[in-house]
């Protein structure tokens, strides 16, 4: 009977530690593969992270549905609507 493969464990890295690794192939100048190699990840994953952040500060970016009616009623008051 042939033994069945160990599963594999995904790690968890705390958004800090993202933001720390992501930071410093784009500041500093050192390339996604050394950063990787140093902490002991993936090119990939230095990349996906990169793009996940690059979403999260796009959307804090814009604004709310919310304030966006509420400029608008602003300027429908400002101008008589």
Do not use: C
Request: hydrophobic share 35%; net charge positive; no cysteine.
């Amino acid at each position: 009977m042939i033994a069945p493969k160990p599963r594999r464990t995904r790690k968890h890295y705390s958004e800090e530690f993202k933001r720390e690794a992501v930071a410093l192939f784009q500041t500093v100048g050192i390339t996604a593969a050394q950063v990787s190699a140093e902490l002991g990840i993936s090119p990939s994953v230095l990349y996906r992270w990169q793009r996940e952040l690059a979403v999260v500060q796009e959307k804090m970016e814009r604004p709310s549905y919310e304030d966006l009616e509420k400029e608008l009623r602003r300027l429908r008051v400002e101008n008589d609507f």
